[in-house]
C-alpha cells in the first residue's frame, strides 16, 4: 500500500501473485552455506521497511486510531476520543449511505464491461497477426494517460452544449443529454472513462495468461469436435480463471477507491460530486470530510469503511474461487 | 490477507512464457486473424486515441471554433496561442519540471531498495523472512486511502506541505516492486553463481552489485518504466500534499481545470502539455512497456 505509486491497480501487473502464498515454505531445501544464511537478509531489506514502516504500515494503524477521535484538520494532534461515535455518524449519515451506492454503480457499470471487452479483446490479440505491437501498443496509450488529462477530456467529450458526444447525438436524430445533471448519466460518463484507461491494461493481462495455455489442450478439444465457440468456453475461461478471479479483484479495489474522475468531472474540483452529489464516491466523501469540512477523524472512519469493504469483496471472490477450483476437481 | 494469494497461487500450474512470441503463434492456432478482427481491433485502437487526438483538435482551436455546429477534426492554429494561455493559467513548466524530479526520484528509490529487498527474499534466509514477506504481500492491497491522513499529519509536522520531499518520500519503496524483483530473480539468479562468488572471497554487498545487479538488470528495467508511468500520473496523494504554487503536472492539470472561466480550448492545451511528455516516452518504450505487464502478468 506503498502511498503515491501503489494504487492497487498497479499491483495487477504482478498479477496473478503466483508464488506468493506458498512462498515461505518452498524456499530452497536448507543448505548451511554463509551466503544463503546470512543475517545480511536483514540489511538488504531494512531500506525498504524502513520507509515502508514509517509511511504506509504507521499511517495505516495510526488511521484506525484517528478514526476513534474527533480531529480537525486545524488542531491535527490534539483530538477528543469520543470511541465508535464516528462510525455511528457514518453509518446514519445519508451522505455516507449515497457515496456507498454510487460507488457501487459506478463500479459495476465500469468493472463488468471492462473486464468483459478486455477479455474479447486479448481473444482477438491473440491470433497471427499483422501489427500486433502495433495494437498492443496503441491499446495501452490509455494506461499511460493520467487521471487528469483523462477526465478532463472526457468531461469536455461529454459537455452539455459543444461536447462531441452530444453534437453525435444530435447528427442522428437523438436528443442531447444533459450528462453532469442526471445520476445515471453522470455515472455512465465516469465509468466509460474508467473503462477507456483500463480495457487495453486488462485485455493485456490477460493475453499474457492466455499465451501460457497449452496447445495441445485446444487440440484435444478439436479432435472432440468443439467449435471454436466452444473452446473458448471450455478451454480458454477455464484456464484463464485465476487471472479472471484476479483482475475482478483488483478492478473492485480500484473501483471503492475511485477518486480523481468524480473531482475533476464537472471541471472545477469540487468535492460535492455533482449538484446532489448524484457521483460522490466513497474515496471523494473522505477527502471532503477531511480536506473541506476538516473533520479527519470522520475521514478516517470513511477510509475504514472502504477498506472493511475491499476485505468482504476480498474473502467473497476467494471462497467463491476456493468453491470453483474444487468443484472442477 | 493471505487469502488474496490464492487466486494466483493456482496459476503456478501455468507455466511463465520464456518465448511469448513463439507460444502467441502456437496459442494463436486458433488461427490467422480475419477481416472481422481486424475491423474490430481497429476501432478499439481508434477508440483508445481518439481522446488523445481529441485533446489535440481541442487545444488547437478558439473556443468560438469549438462551439460551432459542425465541430472541428482537424489541428489548427491557435494550439501556440493556448499553450501560452495554458501556462499563464497554470504553472505547467514548473509542473513538469517538479514531476520529471519527483517520478525520477521515485524511480531510482524504488528500484534500488525493490532490488535489494527483492534479492534478499529469493535468495537470503533468515529468521522471519516468511512474515516479513507476508507483510509485504499482504499491504499490496491496502487502499492508499487508509494511510492519507496520518501520512498528511506527519507532513503537516514536519512542515513538509507542498514541499516535493511530501509526495516523494512515502512512495520511495513499493511492495509490488520488491514481489516482482523476488520472482525474477528467484528463477533467473541461479545459486551456484552466488557461492562462486562466495567462494572467490567477495563480500555481501560487493556480490550485491557484480553478480546479482547485472542479472537483475531486465527486471529492473521494467520496473523503472512502470514506477516512473506510475509516478507520474499519481493524482490523489499529491493533490492532498501540494498545492498549485508548487504542483506537479496532475496537480496542475485539476488546478487549471477549476479556473473561474473555463476555456475548454485552454484547459485542452494544457492538458495536452502536460500529457505529452508521458506519451513520447511511451511511443519510444512502448514495446518495452507492454511486454514488461504482460511478463510481470504471467511471472507476477
Redesign the interface.
Known amino acids: 500500500m506503498t502511498i503515491a505509486s501503489q494504487t492497487p491497480r498497479e499491483a495487477l501487473i504482478a498479477a496473478p501473485p503466483a508464488a506468493t502464498a506458498p512462498a515461505p515454505d518452498r524456499t530452497p531445501p536448507k543448505r548451511r552455506t554463509t551466503l544463503t544464511r546470512n543475517r545480511w537478509g536483514y540489511a538488504y531489506v531494512a531500506p525498504f521497511f524502513l520507509v515502508f514502516g514509517a509511511f504506509s504500515l504507521y499511517p495505516f494503524i495510526y488511521t484506525a486510531w484517528v478514526s476513534l477521535h474527533r480531529t480537525s484538520l486545524s488542531n491535527i494532534d490534539g483530538g477528543t476520543w469520543v470511541g465508535l461515535e464516528n462510525y455511528r455518524n457514518l453509518l446514519q449519515s445519508e451522505f455516507f449511505w449515497n457515496a456507498a451506492r454510487n460507488t457501487l454503480t459506478i463500479g459495476i457499470l465500469a468493472t463488468v464491461p471492462q473486464l468483459c471487452m478486455a477479455l474479447g479483446l486479448a481473444h482477438l490479440l491473440n491470433y497471427k497477426l499483422r501489427g500486433r505491437t502495433f495494437f498492443r501498443t496503441v491499446m495501452l496509450m490509455p494506461y499511460a494517460t493520467s487521471i487528469a488529462a483523462a477526465t478532463l477530456v472526457f468531461a469536455q467529450l461529454f459537455g452539455r452544449d459543444y461536447g462531441l458526444i452530444n453534437t453525435f447525438l444530435e447528427a442522428v436524430g437523438l436528443e442531447r443529454i444533459d450528462w453532469e445533471a442526471g445520476t445515471l448519466s453522470s455515472q455512465v460518463a465516469i465509468a466509460v472513462i474508467v473503462t477507456w484507461r483500463w480495457t487495453g491494461y486488462n485485455a493485456l493481462i490477460y493475453l499474457a495468461a492466455m499465451q501460457s495455455i497449452p496447445g495441445e489442450l485446444y487440440e484435444a478439444a478439436e479432435i472432440d469436435g468443439a467449435s471454436r465457440w466452444k473452446q473458448f468456453l471450455h478451454v480458454t475461461i477455464p484456464s484463464l480463471r485465476p487471472t479472471i478471479l484476479f483482475t475482478i479483484v483488483v478492478s473492485t479495489i480500484g473501483a471503492v477507491q475511485l477518486f480523481g474522475e468524480p473531482l475533476l468531472f464537472a471541471g472545477n474540483g469540487t468535492t460535492s460530486g455533482g449538484s446532489s452529489g448524484q457521483y460522490q464516491t466513497l474515496g471523494l466523501l473522505m477527502y471532503q470530510q477531511g480536506w473541506s469540512n476538516f473533520h479527519i477523524g470522520q475521514a478516517a472512519t470513511t477510509a475504514w469503511a472502504m477498506f472493511m469493504i475491499i476485505l468482504v469483496i476480498v474473502g467473497l471472490n476467494a471462497v467463491i474461487g476456493r468453491l470453483r477450483s474444487r468443484a472442477d476437481r | 490477507?493471505?487469502?488474496?494469494?490464492?487466486?494466483?497461487?493456482?496459476?503456478?500450474a501455468?507455466?511463465?512464457?520464456d518465448r511469448?512470441e513463439r507460444?502467441?503463434?502456437?496459442?494463436?492456432?486458433?488461427?490467422?486473424?480475419g477481416p472481422v478482427?481486424y475491423t474490430?481491433?481497429t476501432l478499439?485502437?481508434l477508440?483508445?486515441?481518439f481522446?488523445?487526438y481529441?485533446?489535440l483538435v481541442?487545444g488547437s482551436h478558439t473556443n468560438a471554433e469549438?462551439?460551432a455546429?459542425t465541430?472541428p477534426f482537424l489541428p489548427n492554429a491557435s494550439l501556440f496561442e493556448n499553450f501560452r494561455l495554458a501556462l499563464e493559467q497554470a504553472p505547467i513548466g514548473k509542473a513538469i519540471l517538479n514531476s520529471i524530479l519527483v517520478s525520477g526520484a521515485?524511480t531510482v528509490?524504488?528500484v534500488?531498495?525493490?532490488t535489494?529487498?527483492g534479492?534478499?527474499?529469493a535468495?537470503?534466509?533468515?529468521r522471519g523472512?516468511?512474515l516479513?514477506?507476508?507483510?509485504?504481500?499482504g499491504?499490496?492491497?491496502?487502499?492508499?486511502?487508509?494511510?492519507?491522513?496520518?501520512?498528511?499529519?506527519?507532513i503537516?509536522?514536519l512542515q513538509w506541505v507542498n514541499q516535493l520531499q511530501a509526495?516523494i518520500?512515502?512512495?520511495?519503496?513499493?511492495?509490488?516492486g520488491?514481489?516482482?524483483m523476488r520472482?525474477f530473480l528467484?528463477s533467473a539468479l541461479p545459486?551456484e553463481l552466488?557461492?562462486a562468488?562466495?567462494v572467490d572471497g567477495a563480500s555481501?554487498f560487493r556480490?550485491?552489485w557484480s553478480i546479482v545487479v547485472p542479472v537483475a538488470r531486465p527486471a529492473m528495467a521494467v520496473l523503472a518504466m512502470?514506477?516512473f508511468?506510475?509516478?507520474?500520473?499519481?493524482?490523489?496523494?499529491?493533490?492532498?500534499a501540494l498545492t498549485t504554487a508548487n504542483p506537479t503536472?496532475?496537480v496542475a492539470?485539476?488546478?487549471?481545470?477549476?479556473g473561474y472561466v473555463?476555456q475548454?480550448s485552454v484547459?485542452?492545451a494544457g492538458?495536452l502539455l502536460?500529457?505529452l511528455p508521458?506519451?513520447i516516452v511511451?511511443t519510444i518504450l512502448?514495446?518495452q512497456?507492454?511486454g514488461?505487464?504482460?511478463?510481470?502478468?504471467?511471472?507476477?
Request: hydrophobic share 55%; net charge positive; proline share 7%.
Open positions: 490477507m493471505a487469502t488474496l494469494a490464492l487466486p494466483g497461487t493456482e496459476t503456478t501455468v507455466t511463465p512464457v511469448p507460444r502467441g503463434g502456437k496459442g494463436s492456432k486458433a488461427g490467422k486473424a478482427t474490430l481491433l478499439t485502437a477508440v483508445s486515441i481522446p488523445l481529441w485533446t481541442a469549438l462551439a455546429s465541430p521515485i528509490g524504488t534500488l531498495f525493490c535489494l529487498a534479492f534478499a527474499f535468495k537470503l534466509q533468515f523472512k516468511g516479513l514477506l507476508a507483510l509485504v504481500i499491504t499490496m492491497m491496502v487502499p492508499t486511502q487508509l494511510s492519507v491522513i496520518p501520512l498528511f499529519m506527519m503537516a509536522d509526495v518520500l512515502p512512495t520511495l519503496v513499493s511492495a509490488f520488491v514481489f516482482f520472482q528467484i545459486n552466488l557461492e562468488g562466495r555481501t556480490i550485491f512502470l514506477t508511468l506510475t509516478a507520474w500520473n499519481e493524482f490523489f496523494w499529491p493533490i492532498i503536472v496532475q492539470l485539476a488546478g487549471l481545470g477549476s473555463p475548454q484547459i485542452m492538458t502536460g500529457t508521458v506519451l511511451f512502448g514495446k512497456i507492454v514488461g505487464i504482460m511478463q510481470g502478468a504471467v511471472k507476477g
